[in-house]
C-alpha cells in the first residue's frame, strides 16, 4: 500500500514539473509575441522541446534555426557536462596516483620515486603543449580543404583561445569544449607515462622529458588528429571524407598501439637493465601494485565509458563492456598461470585486469557484453604467451610489460573492433559520415578488419620510424641513460636526490 502511493506522489510531482515548465514557456513565449516588431523570432515550445530531447539522446540539435529561436542548443547540458568532468577526474586518477602505485610497486625501492617523477613531470610539461597548440592541431579544423587536413587540424584553439563553456559541436555538441579539452588532455598525459614501463629503472629524467616532448608532436598529436579529429583521414565514423574510415572508440591505435609499439623499440634501443639475465628484479611491493590496478579498472570507466561524450545509451554500453572484458581477462591469466606454473600469482591477476581493460579499449562503444567477454579471455592469453614465452625468447627487458601487455593487447582488440562492431549498439557506424565514407557499407556488407588492418598498419609504421628518430636524437642531445653507478645506486637518488624509503628517517 505504502509503494501504490509513493508510485501515486511521484507521477504527481512530474505532473506538476512539467505544468510549471509548460506555463513557463507559454509565458516566455507570451511575452516575445508582444515584444516590438523587427525582433528575432522567440522560441516555440516545439522547438524547446526539440532541443530538450536532443539533449537526453546526446545527439545535435536540429539546424536550421537562429540562436534566439533554440536557445538550449548553443549551451552545455548539466548532466552530460557533470559527467565528463567526473570522466576527466578518472582518467586523470589513472595516472595519479594509479600508473605511479602500479608501475611504482612492480620497481625495486631504489626507483619508486622515478616512477612518481615522470608521472608527475609528464603531466605538467604535456598540459602546456595542449595548452600552446596540442588541442588545437588534434581537434582544430583550420586547416580545412589543405594537404594537411587529414593529419593535423588547426591552429584556431592555440593557447585554448576560445575554448570557453560553450559546447563544440563537431565533438561534443551538449559538452562544454572547455571541459572536453581537459577531457582528451588527460589522454595525453598517461599516453606517453606508458611508454616508459618498457625502460623503467634505467632511462634518466631528462631523456624521458625531451623523448615524451618530441613524441607528442610526431606520434599522439598527429596520431590523434587522424583518429579523432573532425578532418582526420582515420576518422570512420565523423568524418565523412576519411580515406581509411576505422574505429577507435576510446584509444586502442592512439593510446595502446602507439605507446605499446614505441615502448618495444624504445627498449632495444636503450638496452637491458645493468645485470638482467643474472639476478632477478622482484617488485619491491605487490600491495602497491594491486592498489594501483585496482584504481586503473576504476578509471578505465572514465576513459572508456566518458569516450561516449556523454552520458547515454553509448557511454552504458561501454561501461558494461568495460567490465566483462577486464573480468575476463583477469580470471583467464591467473587460470593459465596456474595451469602452466602450478599456482596463479596476484601480479598475473593484475596483469590480465589491465589485459582486458586494453583489448576493449576500440571497441567499447561499438560491441555487446558477450564480444567482451570474449576479447577479454583472447587478449589475457595472447598476452600471457607473449610475457611468459616470446619475451624470454627474444631477450627483451621490457621491464613492466609495456608491450606485452598494451601493445600486444592493444593491437588485437583494434583488429577485433573490425570483426565484431554492431551498428545496433551504436547507431552513428550507419550515420550520415559512415555511409559517405563507405564504414556503413563494411559494417552491413563484412570487410571492416581490412581497414583497420590499414588503420593498424599506419599506426606502427608512425610509432617505430617516429621512436627510432626521436631516441637518437635525444640519445645525442642528452643521453637515454645514467651512468652504470647511478643505475645501480637507483634513480630516485640519482634524478630526484630523495628516497622513497628512508630506514635512517627519525
Known amino acids: 500500500m505504502a509503494g501504490v502511493m509513493i508510485s501515486r506522489l511521484l507521477r504527481l510531482g512530474v505532473t506538476l514539473s512539467l505544468l510549471v515548465l509548460t506555463c513557463a514557456v507559454d509565458v516566455a513565449g507570451a511575452e516575445a509575441e508582444s515584444s516590438p516588431s523587427g525582433t528575432q523570432a522567440a522560441a516555440t515550445l516545439e522547438r524547446r522541446v526539440s532541443d530538450l530531447e536532443s539533449a537526453v539522446a546526446n545527439v545535435p540539435a536540429p539546424a536550421g534555426a537562429g540562436k534566439a529561436e533554440r536557445p538550449l542548443a548553443n549551451l552545455a547540458e548539466p548532466g552530460h557536462n557533470a559527467f565528463m568532468m567526473i570522466n576527466t577526474a578518472l582518467v586523470l586518477f589513472m595516472t595519479m596516483p594509479g600508473l605511479f602505485l602500479f608501475y611504482g610497486g612492480l620497481v625495486r625501492t631504489r626507483n619508486v620515486l622515478s616512477i612518481a617523477g615522470q608521472c608527475f613531470g609528464l603531466a605538467g610539461m604535456n598540459a ?8 588545437s592541431l588534434i581537434f582544430g579544423k583550420s586547416f580545412e580543404g589543405t594537404c594537411v587536413a587529414p593529419y593535423l587540424g588547426g591552429l584556431e584553439y592555440s593557447f585554448l583561445r576560445g575554448v570557453l563553456s560553450a559546447p563544440n559541436a563537431d565533438y561534443a555538441p551538449w559538452v562544454s569544449q572547455n571541459v572536453f579539452s581537459m577531457y582528451q588532455l588527460m589522454f595525453a598525459i598517461i599516453t ?4 616508459f614501463g618498457a625502460v623503467a629503472e634505467r632511462m634518466k629524467f631528462s631523456a624521458v622529458l625531451l623523448f615524451s616532448a618530441l613524441w607528442m608532436l610526431c606520434v599522439y598529436i598527429p596520431m590523434a588528429h587522424m583518429v579523432w579529429g573532425a578532418t ?26 602507439t605507446s605499446g609499439w614505441s615502448a ?45 561524450l556523454g552520458a547515454d545509451a553509448i557511454a552504458a554500453n561501454a561501461f558494461t563492456a568495460t567490465t566483462m572484458s577486464a573480468a575476463a581477462a583477469a580470471f583467464v591469466w591467473g587460470m593459465a598461470e596456474w595451469i602452466v606454473r602450478g599456482h596463479a600469482s596476484v601480479l598475473g591477476f593484475c596483469s590480465g585486469v589491465i589485459s582486458g581493460l586494453v583489448v576493449i579499449t576500440p571497441a567499447a562503444g561499438y560491441c555487446g557484453p558477450s564480444v567482451a567477454m570474449v576479447s577479454g579471455m583472447l587478449a589475457a592469453l595472447l598476452s600471457f604467451v607473449f ?21 600486444v593487447s592493444g593491437t588485437l582488440g583494434a583488429l577485433l573492433t573490425g570483426v565484431f562492431a554492431d551498428a545496433s549498439i551504436n547507431s552513428n557506424l550507419t550515420g550520415h559520415a559512415a555511409v559517405s565514407n563507405g564504414l556503413a557499407g563494411m559494417i552491413t556488407n563484412g570487410g571492416l578488419w581490412w581497414v583497420q588492418l590499414k588503420a593498424m598498419a599506419l599506426t606502427v609504421a608512425v610509432s617505430l620510424a617516429a621512436t627510432a628518430i626521436i631516441a637518437l636524437v635525444v640519445k645525442r642531445l642528452v643521453g637515454l641513460r645514467p651512468a652504470e653507478e647511478s643505475e645501480t645506486q637507483g634513480l630516485d637518488i640519482s634524478d630526484h636526490g630523495e628516497e622513497g624509503y628512508s630506514l635512517n628517517a627519525q
Open 387 to 407: 610475457v611468459m614465452y616470446i619475451k624470454k625468447r627474444l631477450g627483451l627487458d621490457d621491464s613492466l610489460d609495456a608491450f606485452g601487455v598494451h601493445g
Open 232 to 257: 582526420g583521414c582515420m576518422n570512420g565514423v565523423w568524418n565523412p571524407s576519411a580515406s581509411i574510415p576505422a574505429l577507435d572508440f576510446a584509444g586502442g591505435t592512439v593510446v595502446h598501439m
Open 128 to 135: 602546456l603543449i595542449w595548452w600552446a597548440f596540442g588541442y
Open 192 to 195: 606517453p607515462a606508458l611508454i
Open 264 to 308: 618495444l623499440l624504445l627498449c632495444i634501443i636503450v638496452g637491458p637493465r645493468s645485470g638482467f639475465g643474472r639476478r632477478p628484479f622482484s617488485p619491491h611491493s605487490m600491495v602497491l601494485c594491486v592498489v594501483g590496478t585496482g584504481m586503473l579498472w576504476v578509471g578505465w570507466y572514465g576513459f572508456n565509458a566518458g569516450s561516449a
